[in-house]
């Protein structure tokens, strides 16, 4: 029962020692997510309103299907922009028709991640590599900050994910900036900045509304062309199923993938984080249910799509929760404030909300892991300039999908081409390394130890038949050995052409050994007849038993045989 419903796990054993943490966690996270929930809505072109319905029932449900006990689920910058760039294609922002695509796009997200969570496809997010995530994510930061320069500034663009568009059109029309609006966007930054810096901890977004929106009131700074969020309708949303249109289905589906692998990538790095600091696991399948089914309830309570955020459950940890009762807290104070506190945010300053989401994002671009990796893996490094340069060039959807692309060719590549190197005896001992790494290490007339650091499967099997040739092209050989300790697989195509090998090395009068044989390797070959085209006595347990039998010593050496372990 446990498996599927993972709050009994807490829910069993809960006490009042959990509750106080629970109940100051829930407190303070629904403190920093009003704010933040109406800014991130207005990023993804809803009326604030949105996000606060996207932050009651998806909290509840995520904290009962969930097996995170820290996530703070809800509204994120990133995903808030995705929403955006996907469904401004197909309604104006605002408009009806725009709310009702993004519930589309909400219940659309959750069915693709339940439907990968009942299929235990989790590994899937693999494909997303840390330096394309680090790429994507520092572009989007930058789109995401600029996107907000309207709201900061007091003047209308147009919407563009491109920043040198924004930036253009702004300069374009710097004298019709609001001195009042671009003061309060300003003062905003700066006092968030300050309190983040101070008092890390601290709900700064409330504080800042709070303030803004008593001297918006006070000093009638909408009669001075300041723009402010105006009437929030009050109340719960009801549960209705969204729209289904043909087209908007399949216009909206790329989005929908994206969203689905991107939040569930973000969430469960923060979850898995916070997992580790508690000492508990994580299950990726089950992450992907409880987010599925927080999805489908944003698209049916009007709301939009939702993931795990850093921020807040760093808060939600920090302020301490010890269980998903956290959420539930959570979920029901956003609930009593739209039941009854709505009117409070009229004079709200939509510049404000632009400071809360600048503030929020720009902290996520990574200078730190581009000067890391430039330094320890030029190849990772070149990935996150190509994730970030192509996001911020071509937008966020193409931008991760040429990402992802390149990770997947960079993956096939190492695979195809994989690292080989040839290996000599360290003087004195046993062992055997990289003659390249080692140059100390004995190599010996006649005979060449090879290894080759990947699985063999139909990909290599050209190059490893190439590189095999160069070296008896290179070398007078009369022997080979294979230590294959590196090799865990090993396909029909790439048992052929060892076949293949064999029999054109012996018409050379060359010899062909395997050492360190993994069991899955050797059952493949025992299967395929080549165990006995090649003779048991041509398989040892170490490089070393092997050196000794072609040198011809006197030596007790360690055949292999076929069924051992």
Do not use: C
Not at 178 to 190: F, V
Not at 492 to 504: G, H, I, L, R, W
């Amino acid at each position: 029962m446990k498996k599927f419903f993972p709050a009994l796990e807490w829910l069993l054993r809960y006490d009042i020692n959990n509750w106080k943490g629970d109940l100051a966690a829930g407190l303070t996270v629904a403190v920093m997510l009003i704010p933040q929930g109406m800014a991130y809505a207005l990023l993804a072109g809803l009326p604030p309103i949105i996000g606060l319905y996207a932050s009651v029932v998806p909290l509840l449900v995520y904290a009962l299907f969930g097996t995170s006990r820290q996530l703070a689920v809800g509204p994120v910058a990133m995903v808030s922009l995705l929403v955006a760039s996907g469904v401004s294609h197909l309604a104006e922002p605002g408009s009806s028709h725009y709310i009702l695509l993004a519930a589309l796009l909400a219940a659309m997200v959750g069915v693709i991640q339940l439907g990968m969570g009942l299929s235990r496809l989790g590994f899937l997010v693999n494909f997303l590599s840390h330096p394309v995530i680090s790429g994507f994510t520092s572009a989007a930061a930058l789109i995401i900050g600029f996107s907000q320069l309207k709201h900061l500034l007091g003047i209308s663009l147009a919407n563009s994910h491109h920043i040198h568009t924004i930036i253009w059109e702004a300069l374009q029309r710097i004298g019709e900036i609001n001195p009042a609006t671009l003061l309060i966007g300003l003062g905003s930054i700066a006092l968030l900045l300050a309190i983040k810096r101070r008092y890390p901890a601290f709900p700064g977004a409330l504080v800042v509304v709070l303030i803004s929106t008593v001297l918006t009131w006070t000093l009638a700074l909408k009669e001075t062309g300041v723009r402010i969020v105006g009437d929030v309708p009050g109340g719960l949303p009801l549960p209705a199923l969204p729209a289904l249109e043909w087209e908007a289905l399949i216009a909206l589906l790329p989005i929908a993938v994206t969203i689905s692998l991107v939040g569930f990538m973000e969430s469960i790095a923060v979850a898995k984080s916070f997992a580790n600091k508690h000492r508990y696991e994580v299950d990726a399948n089950q992450e992907l249910v409880g987010l599925g089914l927080a999805n489908i309830a944003a698209g049916v309570f009007s709301g939009y799509p939702v993931t795990g955020g850093f921020s807040r459950t760093a808060v939600n940890d920090q302020a301490g929760a010890r269980s998903g009762m956290a959420s539930i807290i959570t979920a029901l104070m956003i609930a009593v404030t739209l039941m009854f506190l709505t009117d409070l945010f009229y004079f709200l300053p939509t510049a404000v909300l632009g400071a809360i989401i600048m503030v929020a994002v720009f902290g996520l671009i990574d200078y730190r892991e581009m000067r890391h990796l430039y330094h320890v893996k030029r190849s990772d490094f070149y990935l996150l300039m190509l994730a970030f340069f192509a996001t911020l060039t071509l937008g966020i959807e193409n931008g991760i999908l040429l990402s992802v692309v390149a990770s997947l060719v960079i993956v096939i590549k190492r695979t195809t081409h994989p690292h080989t190197a040839l290996l000599g005896q360290i003087p004195g001992s046993e062992i055997y390394r990289n003659i390249e790494r080692y140059p100390e290490a004995q190599t010996f007339p006649g005979l060449v130890i090879f290894r080759m650091d990947a699985p063999l499967y139909f990909a290599n099997t050209a190059f490893l038949k190439d590189r095999l040739l160069t070296i008896e092209k290179k070398y007078p050989l009369r022997a080979i050995i294979f230590d294959a300790s590196s090799v865990n697989d090993i396909d029909a195509t790439a048992d052929a052409a060892f076949q293949e090998v064999v029999k054109a090395l012996r018409g050379r009068g060359i010899e062909l050994y395997f050492s360190n044989l993994k069991g899955p390797v050797r059952d493949v070959m025992r299967r395929s007849g080549f165990y006995d085209l090649l003779g048991t006595d041509h398989f040892f347990f170490s490089n070393h038993d092997a050196v000794q039998h072609v040198l011809g010593r006197d030596v007790d050496v360690r055949h292999e045989l076929p069924q051992g372990v």
